[in-house]
């Protein structure tokens, strides 16, 4: 880095104070004055440029940030976030971890062979529970061999259940909600069997 008194800004700078005692007293069509300009407007639009970049990559990490946030409450998975908008997993966490109540994906969805009536779970765990409390053999209903039930394997984020469903909350197995809304993941009107 050239130093300050070698700089072609600080040598015009000190031509033009010697000459006219401050660069304010200089004519506007001195030609010192006019390359003091070109200069100094290079250099600012360089440091502008970079000042430039660095806000607008700021804005878009800020917009993929919150695209983040919006596939996690609509249930997508880190794994799929991170997939769709090809972020490190890590990284994608590190912005998600203050994401208090998150909604499932649902991977089983337990159907009434008699009504159609379908409660949606996000492991299958969930529905062995479920077939515990209620006094069903969960290997009968897992391979479709219960006379009253029977479990679909499907992928639905929260954002795909259909409002007015049934489904488990992933976190406390005795909990089960009807969804009133994209808004209202474990908020909403508890249903009881």
């Known amino acids: 880095m050239a130093k300050l008194k070698n700089h072609p800004i600080s040598e015009l700078t000190i031509k033009i104070e010697h000459k006219y005692g401050s660069v304010l007293k200089c004519p506007d069509n001195d030609p010192m004055l006019i390359q003091l300009h070109k200069l100094t407007d290079k250099t600012l639009n360089v440091s502008n440029k970079n000042n430039g970049l660095k806000n607008k990559a700021r804005r878009t990490e800020r917009l993929i940030k919150k695209k983040a946030h919006d596939l996690a409450l609509q249930g997508y998975t880190d794994v799929e976030i991170e997939r769709e908008l090809s972020v490190k997993r890590s990284t994608v966490r590190n912005w998600l971890r203050n994401l208090k109540e998150r909604p499932a994906k649902f991977t089983r969805i337990v159907v009434a ?18 077939c515990g409390q209620l006094g069903y053999k969960f290997s009968a209903v897992n391979q479709g061999k219960d006379k009253s039930f029977e479990v679909q394997k499907e992928e639905i984020h929260w954002v795909e259940l259909p409002i007015g469903a049934v489904y488990q909350n992933p976190r406390q197995h005795d909990e089960f909600y009807i969804k009133e809304n994209n808004a209202s993941y474990a908020r909403g009107e508890q249903y009881y069997f």
């Open 113 to 130: 062979k008699s009504t159609g009536n379908r409660i949606y779970f996000s492991t299958s765990k969930g529905v062995q529970e479920w």
